[in-house]
């Protein structure tokens, strides 16, 4: 069968770790755009509210209360949403939980209960909604991390899920196209975004747990989230300061890993002190898409340009050229050439998107000849990039 994403107007989408941040943005944002929605989390009461507003603004969606480290209660959300819609088009591997800890701190229990939720979370998704994508085609969408691309101290449970994710997703996809499956398997990868997952946390290093700055909205990782629900994208990074950071994690190492337990003084707030219980274990604080504690970024110029691999290499290049007129100084230097990239300083976010994107159009130089007309709606598999 060939690989054919529906408009999202036409698609019955699942979403796990609906009941908060980025799978609460996405629920909201799919169902004002017309696709019907199930939303499945742990915290029912939580769900049940998220319904009634979506209703009352005029879109369809329903609950399924579920662990997702519980295989048997997610296969039955699949069935759910079969029986509740007739099928399912899309569905988005979004369930969550985060330990704030050293490595040798970090009690067995939840480093276990971690990697059930995250990583077998994600198996346990998949797993529901392969059969199920397979009869019709579709899309499977997992979120992943840049985590997976830069392990930080503190976080280390965390990122070590978010690299188990990367290599099943990528496995998995691969697997799926050896045998002519009709699915698009995408991973997204945010960068730190403004959602309570530091308040939900498990935190064992006093204070308040934050987000990794530089700091983006959650409604940026929703609308990646849905342009991959309709244009077969192996991965995309939200946020460009991110993927700057990432990209110097992988050809610093030596340098990031002295400067990464300095970064990693950020990760919590002294001053505040962390909300009881943390969410490791049941669903709680649920209802919220941010934290309330941070100014987040609205835009991100390098996931922007990632979204569309068919946008000509001339017009990124105009792009970079008008942006990098940030990285310039005025008067007898304006031709100079750019100031370096402050590894891992989130004031610089014009100078990170604007790096960012100067290596997305490096790639596509590399990659000319993966640039087609693939990528739209009822797109083939040979758009998948």
């Not at 699949?78 to 009690?107: C, E």
């Not at 991965?235 to 994690?249: D, N, S, Y």
């Not at 946008?311 to 990098?324: E, I, N, R, Y």
């Not at 000319?368 to 709606?377: E, Q, R």
Request: net charge neutral; hydrophobic share 45%.
């Amino acid at each position: 069968m060939k690989l054919t994403l529906k408009p999202l107007a036409e698609q019955v989408i699942v979403i796990t770790g609906a009941s908060s941040g980025i799978g609460l943005a996405t629920a909201h944002a799919a169902a004002a755009k017309g696709a019907k929605v199930l939303l499945v989390a742990r915290s029912e009461p939580e769900l049940r509210e998220q319904v009634e507003a979506i209703t009352r603004a005029g879109g369809t969606a329903d609950a399924f209360a579920a662990d997702v480290g519980d295989p048997a209660a997610v296969k039955a959300a699949a069935a759910h949403a079969v029986q509740r819609f007739g099928r399912i088009d899309t569905w988005v591997n979004d369930a969550g939980v985060s330990i704030y800890a050293k490595l040798m701190g970090t009690p067995l229990d939840e480093h276990q209960r971690l990697f059930q939720t995250n990583y077998f979370g994600t198996v346990h998704g998949c797993e529901a909604a392969v059969p199920a994508l397979t009869e019709h085609g579709g899309a499977l969408i997992v979120v992943g991390s840049i985590a997976s691309d830069m392990p930080a101290p503190i976080q280390g449970a965390y990122s070590a899920s978010k690299f188990a994710i990367k290599a099943y997703t990528e496995v998995l996809r691969m697997e799926l196209m050896a045998a002519g499956a009709p699915i698009s398997v995408s991973l997204v990868k945010p960068s730190g975004i403004d959602t309570p997952i530091g308040q939900h946390a498990a935190n064992h290093e006093g204070g308040e747990a934050q987000i990794p700055p530089p700091i983006y909205n959650p409604e940026l990782v929703a609308d990646a989230i849905l342009f991959c629900a309709t244009h077969p994208k192996r991965e995309i990074t939200v946020g460009g300061g991110g993927r700057a950071q990432a990209l110097f994690a992988q050809h610093f190492k030596g340098l990031y890993e002295k400067l990464a337990p300095i970064g990693a003084r950020a990760f919590v707030d002294k001053k505040r002190t962390q909300p009881q219980p943390s969410n490791l274990f049941q669903g709680v604080h649920a209802g919220e898409v941010r934290s309330g504690e941070h100014l987040a970024k609205p835009f991100s110029l390098y996931t922007a340009a990632a979204k569309h691999p068919g946008v000509t290499l001339m017009g990124l290049g105009a792009v970079v050229a008008g942006a990098s007129l940030l990285l310039f100084r005025g008067g007898k230097d304006e031709a100079a050439a750019p100031a370096p990239l402050p590894p891992m300083d989130p004031e610089n976010d014009a100078i990170v998107e604007v790096r960012a994107v100067e290596e997305l159009v490096e790639l596509n130089r590399q990659h000319t000849s993966a640039v087609d007309g693939g990528s739209g709606p009822g797109g083939t598999r040979a758009g998948l990039r």
